[in-house]
């Protein structure tokens, strides 16, 4: 496995920063450079948790080089804030429950009603990334959304909080809650005098110990923060790190079904991982008839759940009202399903596709794969973001994911797309967070990385590659599927000009620049 962000230096404390939705803006430059100066004193690796990026085109080069590098980019996506609201559930309830009840009763509204704020929500998204991240102190700036997510994530991580206030507002939804982000922080600093004594009269004698005014001095700000840290080892903590975070222990797969009086023998399971536009498509039709395999589509799709469809294993005969009853109940359930109707048809090696969304909104899925001790995966990963991101968007357009291999493509009649900078750095970002995720998840296991670009020019080393991995014999491969679009990346995309100039200057400028090098191997399957 590649390092990723995950993977932490010895001794080095890791502090989450909260500062707004979007991350850099132009009218935060100034509280920036604040935080990263003190968090570099005291000599603690910082992140600004954020939950979206500006149009790069209109960031100065200040803002540019913090761009994808001081950033912790977390989408607010209610799917899986449920999700991730039932992780803490699960392993903190005393303190979810805490709270809500302490929220609602400040804000005169009832846990349900608390839970409906999008504001609460998305702090369950970020409070679990930064668990998995390893955070060892939260800071926030100001009483808006910021210090919300502040105040949870500190509150159910069982870190300590440190609260910047340069004003005090009144008129703000938000404004009730002081009290409660006072009571959890560690420490509460201000430049404004004003501010300091407004804070003194309202807390008196609960602020006082944790205050430190414009007349405190940055040192004692400093110690405050050390002081903080080195306690951040407290009882009160809940684990922390991806395995904690990402990769819990669920229901323990019990005794092999093979094992079993009575039942056909199971399979051995795989999984095939990967985002879209990442060539999944022609690795199940590949391996599907590969003799001994058989593989399913996308089990957890949340469309195909709405819509009460499921991808079994093709030619098989099923009781589609049985698979979809066990898909509600148990992931573990479905799956000993799948790997008995493969093994009755014949296959030895039987698996599914699992994109990294679907992963995110169910955990049962991933306990259920993390503690299998016979699964293999074949992680899929694609270097070109931007390639990758033009086909999603052309796909999304079309809702056209899929060409058979005789299917006819006039590149002619294929308009090219516009694609919005902050929608297209964004996907770049969240392409790579969930690629360290996924890679932290599995550390360890039985993984087979393959990159599109090479598994679409090279096939006959990637068969290589699979058979060695899954320890058998590969017969030929035929690709099942095409490109669902023939034009390049620079071809397809309309405004390429004004893209490459928005990011020049930032981390993804390579992504985009180097088009002309991906163009000119022309793979011919996605």
């Not at 989408?75 to 809500?100: A, W």
């Not at 051995?268 to 990442?278: A, D, K, N, Y």
Request: hydrophobic share 40%; charged share 25%; with cysteine.
């Amino acid at each position: 496995m590649t390092p990723h962000r995950f993977d932490r230096q010895p001794n080095v404390p890791r502090v989450a920063a909260f500062h707004g939705w979007r991350f850099p803006v132009a009218e935060d430059a100034d509280s920036y450079q604040e935080v990263e100066r003190l968090v570099a004193s005291v000599g603690g690796d910082l992140r600004f948790f954020h939950a979206g990026i500006p149009d790069p085109s209109g960031m100065g080069p200040e803002l540019k080089a913090r761009a994808g590098r001081a950033g912790f980019f977390v989408p607010f996506l209610d799917q899986i804030h449920q999700n991730d609201f039932h992780h803490f559930r699960r392993t903190r309830p005393d303190q979810v429950s805490s709270l809500l009840v302490g929220i609602g009763r400040i804000a005169q509204e009832s846990e349900e009603a608390v839970w409906n704020r999008p504001v609460v929500r998305a702090s369950f998204s970020l409070a679990r990334w930064a668990q998995g991240w390893g955070a060892d102190l939260v800071i926030a700036r100001g009483q808006y959304e910021p210090a919300v997510h502040a105040l949870i994530t500190a509150s159910l991580l069982g870190v300590p909080m440190a609260l910047c206030l340069p004003w005090i507002s009144e008129d703000s939804s938000f404004a009730a809650l002081l009290p409660a982000q006072v009571e959890v922080a560690t420490v509460v600093w201000t430049g404004n005098q004003g501010v300091a004594d407004v804070l003194l009269e309202r807390f008196g004698d609960v602020i006082r110990p944790k205050l430190v005014g414009p007349g405190g001095g940055e040192e004692v700000l400093l110690a405050r923060m050390r002081d903080a840290l080195s306690r951040s080892d407290a009882p009160s903590r809940l684990a922390h790190g991806p395995a904690a975070a990402f990769r819990p222990t669920g229901t323990p797969v019990g005794k092999p079904l093979d094992a079993a009086p009575n039942l056909v023998p199971r399979a051995r399971p795989f999984v095939i991982l990967g985002s879209e536009r990442t060539g999944s498509n022609l690795l199940v039709g590949l391996l599907d008839q590969q003799s001994g395999f058989a593989c399913a589509g996308e089990l957890f799709n949340p469309r195909d759940i709405d819509e009460r469809t499921i991808a079994w294993l093709e030619n098989r005969e099923f009781d589609k009202s049985e698979l979809l009853h066990l898909r509600s109940i148990s992931p573990d359930a479905l799956c000993d399903r799948l790997l008995r109707d493969g093994a009755a048809g014949g296959a030895d090696w039987v698996g599914f596709k699992l994109l990294y969304y679907h992963g995110l909104i169910d955990d049962r899925v991933i306990h259920f794969l993390v503690d299998h001790p016979d699964l293999h995966l074949v992680h899929l990963r694609r270097r070109d973001r931007l390639a990758r991101w033009l086909s999603h968007r052309r796909a999304e357009v079309k809702d056209e994911w899929f060409k058979g291999q005789r299917e006819r493509v006039d590149a002619s009649k294929q308009p090219s797309i516009e694609l919005d900078p902050s929608e297209t750095v964004s996907d770049f970002e969240w392409q790579q967070l969930l690629e360290e995720r996924y890679a932290a998840i599995f550390a360890g296991r039985r993984v087979l990385e393959i990159d599109y670009e090479d598994f679409a020019a090279d096939l006959a080393g990637t068969r290589a590659r699979l058979a060695d991995f899954f320890g058998r014999e590969f017969g030929e491969m035929v690709p099942l599927s095409r490109k669902t679009g023939e034009k390049s990346a620079r071809d397809g995309i309309a405004n390429y000009e004004s893209l490459l100039q928005a990011v020049r200057g930032t981390v993804w400028e390579s992504l985009v620049k180097d088009l002309e090098k991906v163009d000119e191997a022309k793979p011919d399957t996605e």
